[in-house]
């Protein structure tokens, strides 16, 4: 994951998406399997999903789309 630990990655008052297989976004290590992950400023996931099917209805929900 480009020599960034997640916790670094997650830290300050921004939204990360986290995927295997996106282009243009931090991707997940193979041991973290398949899947596309949203994560808020809080750390949380914030959403979840097999792929990025549904993330943009998602976005428009919370404001950031």
């Known amino acids: 994951m480009d020599g960034v630990r997640l916790f670094d990655a997650f830290r300050g008052p921004?939204?990360?998406?986290?995927?295997?297989?996106l282009p243009g976004v931090r991707s997940?290590?193979?041991?973290?399997?398949?899947?596309?992950?949203?994560?808020?400023?809080?750390?949380?996931?914030?959403?979840?999903?097999?792929s990025a099917e549904g993330l943009g209805s998602h976005l428009a929900r919370v404001g950031l789309a």
């Open 14 to 21: 921004h939204w990360t998406l986290l995927g295997a297989e």
């Open 28 to 50: 997940l290590p193979a041991a973290y399997g398949p899947g596309v992950f949203l994560i808020r400023p809080d750390g949380y996931v914030g959403w979840a999903g097999d």
